[in-house]
């Protein structure tokens, strides 16, 4: 198991832009992802994501909003801790990480 931990810096911001492509490329891989706020509420777990919340009408969302359909109420400096596993964990990982590096 990997994990990834992220602080939300523009919650409305550029991310919004390719979202609907992270979320293509996951869903392509054979990988489950728990997402959760820092402060250790407990983890929302998506071992499908075609079969969770990932929609095509999350095509023209924002960051927020994307947290938001999780139950999980992000503001600016929040942390959020992604945890992979299975056979594709580390190409999961890069993929959000350099989406939230970009």
Do not use: W
């Amino acid at each position: 198991m990997l994990a990834l931990t992220v602080t939300i810096t523009d919650p409305l911001g550029i991310h919004a832009l390719v979202i609907s492509q992270l979320i293509g490329l996951i869903d392509a891989l054979n990988c489950d992802i728990a997402i959760k706020k820092q402060s250790n509420q407990p983890l929302k777990e998506y071992p499908n994501p075609s079969e969770s919340f990932y929609t095509d009408s999350i095509n023209q969302t924002n960051l927020r909003d994307f947290f938001l359909v999780l139950k999980l109420n992000i503001c600016y400096l929040d942390t959020v801790v992604f945890e992979f596993s299975g056979p594709d964990e580390d190409e999961a990982k890069e993929l959000i990480s350099n989406y939230f590096m970009q």
